[in-house]
């Protein structure tokens, strides 16, 4: 029988909202003033050196790529190695240009006249709609392709497995700053279905820690359905 547990879609819908989110950021601001382009570049500077615990957009970005390496890559390489020989070619050209990206918001820190401030952050918008269109490109491509194939290959045990062992490794800073955008950007029945698995399957304390960063995050009387639908 095929599998019902999907490890992408979910974290995918997280991802997507970061990218429009800053996206519609960058295109509306004021490069030429410093402090107001402030948190927005701040986004885009991913600390290559602090990967783990950074939280910038980019950085859960590109950690998101690391955790499929490292998490699921690995039982799909002896089924179908052609399929994660190519995705790993798109996170190695995500990876370039995520490097890019970071040079030019480091460079446009140390650039004083508005008028070059204004002219160089049209030039990152448009490298990071590129950057976006890719990452956008790829996840859709990951859900057509490795989502379907893991669910024929694969139980919903051995699923949740994986998805317990991937969110086990990631230090709870990290876990939470991904929820903090998953929970919100779920339809009210994957937010139902997500939390009665965590209900059954995780420990209390960490329904605890789930329902601090959904208290917080997801619209009040959605959340309030939830916890009554699952029962927490
Ligand atoms: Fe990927």
Not at 76 to 87: E, F, S
Not at 144 to 149: D, G, K, L, S
Not at 205 to 212: E, P, T, Y
């Amino acid at each position: 029988m095929t599998a019902t547990e999907d490890l992408f879609t979910p974290i995918h819908k997280a991802l997507r909202s970061m990218i429009y989110s800053l996206g519609g950021r960058l295109q509306t601001v004021d490069f030429a003033d410093k402090t107001a382009s402030a948190a927005v570049l701040a986004d885009l500077q991913h600390e290559f050196a602090n990967a783990v615990s950074a939280t910038c957009v980019l950085c859960l970005l590109h950690g998101h790529a690391g955790n499929e390496e490292a998490d699921i890559f690995p039982s799909m390489q002896p089924i179908d190695a052609g399929l994660i020989r190519m995705l790993i070619d798109d996170h190695q050209e995500i990876r370039r240009r995520l490097i890019a990206l970071t040079k030019m918001a480091d460079e446009l820190e140390s650039i004083d006249p508005p008028e070059r401030r204004t002219e160089f952050g049209a030039r990152i918008n448009r490298v990071a709609n590129e950057f976006f269109a890719f990452y956008l490109a790829h996840m859709n491509k990951e859900e057509v392709t490795i989502v379907p194939a893991m669910k024929e290959h694969f139980t919903d045990d051995q699923l949740r497995a994986m998805q317990g062992a991937m969110m086990g490794a990631m230090p709870p800073e990290r876990l939470a700053s991904y929820l903090r955008w998953m929970l919100p950007s779920l339809s009210l029945g994957e937010l139902t279905g997500t939390l009665a698995g965590m209900k059954h399957g995780a420990p209390p304390q960490f329904l605890q820690f789930v329902n601090g960063i959904g208290t917080a995050n997801v619209d009040p009387a959605r959340w309030a359905l939830v916890r009554e639908r699952v029962g927490f």
